[in-house]
C-alpha cells in the first residue's frame, strides 16, 4: 500500500535503504563491482547500476579501476569515496591530549598530541580542546569547517543532569559547570562526550574482540581501573554516567574505603589496579623493578611475569590474576555477561598466560562463566572508539539519500 512521501514503503525510502545497504557493504570490502553488489544486496542489474549511478552523482562513491585476470573487459569497480565526510576523536588524559581526523571510511587522515602538564599550562581546556583539534585537522590537509562531528573520551563521566564532570578528579580544569557550553560556543561542529573505558568497549564492539557480541564487560587497567558494561548491544552508562567505575568497588584483600569519590579511590583499584603491581612485586621478593610511571612499570612486569618461568614470577602472574578475579566475580554474578574483554596496558601485556589464570580464579569464584578474551585494539584503544563514535553518526548523516 502506497504511503505519504518520506513514509516506509514509497520508492525514496527503499531507495534510501538501498543505497545505505551498498554503502556498507563498499565500507565492509572495499572495492566491488556493480555486479558483486548486485549479489550481495539481491538487487538486478539494472537497479545496481541505477544505485550506482545514483550514489556517484551524489559523491558518495568513486570509480576506481576494473577487474584484472578475467577473460574479456574487466568489470567497474567502485568504493565509497573517502572524502565525503570526516569525523574527529579526542582522547584526553591529566599527561595530554590526543587528536585524529577520520574519513568516512575509517582511514585516520591526521593526527596530532598536545602535552597538557597539569595546572602548571595555565591554558584554559577549551583552548586546549581546540588546539588539539585545530593540529589534527591541519595534518589531514583540511579545516574545521571539513568535519561533520567530534567525539571527546575523558576519564570519568559528564553528569547528565548536572553538566559536570563527576568520577575524574584527578583532570585539572575539566569540572566547570559551564564546560559544555563553552565548548558548544567555541566548536563549529556537533560534539559528544564519553567515557574512556566506554570508547575502548565501543571499538572492541566495532572492530575487535567483541564483535558479534551484545552483552560483554570489558575490564580496563591502565592509568585505573575501570569497566565498561555492554547490554543488549548498547553502552550502560548508569543514570550519573557512573556505570562501570569498578575502581571504587569494596572487595576483600583491603581495606573498606569510605568517601571514595574524595579519596579518589576504592577496594578494587588498590587491590588490583596498575599501582598495586609494583608493591606486590617488592613483596614476593622480585628485584629489578621498572622505575618511571606505574602505569609502564606494572605492564613490563606483568609482561615479564607471563615469559619468565622462575617461582617469583609465576607467583606475582598468579597473584595478579587472583585480586583481578575478585572484583570481576562481583561484576558477573550481577551480570551475567557473555565475555569479558581484558583491555588496558596492565592486563593486555600478560597477554595468554595471565587470561588463563584470570579464567581459571574466575570459574573458582563466580556461579556464572563468561568466556575471557584479551582485547584486539591494542594502538590508542580510547580514540579509535572515539573516532568510531564519530563516524557512525557522521556515516548516518551523510549516506542519508532521503532527503
Known amino acids: ?35 558483486r553488489i548486485g549479489k550481495l544486496t539481491g538487487l538486478s542489474k539494472p537497479t545496481a547500476s541505477q544505485l550506482l549511478a545514483r550514489l556517484e552523482a551524489a559523491g558518495l562513491v568513486l570509480a576506481t579501476g576494473t577487474t584484472e585476470g578475467r577473460p574479456g573487459p574487466g568489470a567497474q569497480l567502485y568504493e565509497v569515496n573517502p572524502a565525503a565526510g570526516y569525523a574527529a576523536g579526542l582522547d584526553v588524559t591529566p599527561q595530554r591530549i590526543l587528536a585524529a581526523v577520520a574519513d568516512i571510511t575509517g582511514r585516520t587522515v591526521g593526527r596530532f598530541e598536545l602535552p597538557t602538564p597539569g595546572r602548571r599550562t595555565g591554558i584554559p581546556v ?4 581546540t588546539d588539539a583539534l585545530d593540529g589534527a585537522v591541519k595534518a589531514a590537509g583540511l579545516t574545521r569547517g571539513d568535519v561533520h562531528r567530534l567525539v571527546i573520551g575523558t576519564p570519568g563521566a559528564f553528569d547528565p543532569t548536572t553538566g559536570r564532570l563527576r568520577y575524574a578528579s584527578h583532570l585539572p580544569g575539566w569540572h566547570s559547570p559551564t564546560l559544555l557550553e563553552e565548548l558548544a560556543a567555541a ?29 560483554f564487560v570489558l575490564l580496563w587497567n591502565q592509568e585505573g581501573l575501570g569497566a565498561a558494561l555492554v547490554l543488549g548491544g548498547r553502552l550502560h552508562r548508569g543514570w550519573t554516567g557512573g556505570a562501570g567505575e569498578v575502581g571504587f568497588l569494596p572487595v576483600p584483600g583491603t581495606p573498606l574505603v569510605r568517601q571514595v569519590t574524595k579519596a579518589n579511590s576504592g577496594g578494587y583499584q588498590e587491590l588490583a589496579g596498575s599501582q598495586a603491581v609494583p608493591r606486590l612485586a617488592r ?6 623493578i621498572p622505575t ?27 597473584a595478579y590474576a587472583t ?22 596496558a596492565s592486563l593486555t601485556s600478560g597477554g595468554e598466560p595471565l587470561r588463563a589464570l584470570v579464567q581459571a580464579e574466575l570459574e573458582e ?34 549516506f542519508d539519500t532521503s532527503r
Open 187 to 215: 566548536l563549529p561542529m556537533p560534539f559528544e562526550y564519553e567515557n574512556d573505558v566506554n570508547l575502548v568497549a565501543l571499538a572492541e564492539q566495532r572492530l575487535g574482540a567483541a564483535r558479534g557480541h551484545a552483552d
Open 365 to 398: 569464584l563466580a556461579a556464572s562463566r563468561p568466556r575471557l578474551v584479551v582485547s584486539d585494539v591494542r594502538e590508542d584503544p580510547v580514540l579509535r572508539g572515539a573516532l568510531e563514535s564519530a563516524l557512525a553518526t557522521t556515516r548516518d548523516e551523510v
Open 126 to 129: 577549551v583552548r586546549q580542546v
Open 283 to 288: 613483596d614476593l621478593g622480585i628485584e629489578d
Open 323 to 344: 585480586r583481578l578475579a575478585t572484583g570481576l566475580a562481583s561484576l558477573v554474578s550481577v551480570l551475567d555477561p557473555e565475555l569479558v574483554v581484558l583491555s588496558g
Open 1 to 35: 500500500m502506497a504511503g505519504t512521501a518520506g513514509t516506509p514503503g514509497t520508492p525514496r525510502v527503499l531507495r534510501a535503504m538501498n543505497d545505505r545497504a551498498a554503502l556498507d557493504l563498499l565500507l565492509e570490502h572495499g572495492q566491488l563491482s556493480r555486479t
Open 292 to 318: 618511571g610511571p606505574y602505569t609502564e612499570a606494572a605492564a613490563q612486569l606483568v609482561a615479564r611475569a607471563a615469559r619468565t618461568g622462575d617461582e617469583p614470577h609465576r607467583d606475582l602472574l598468579r
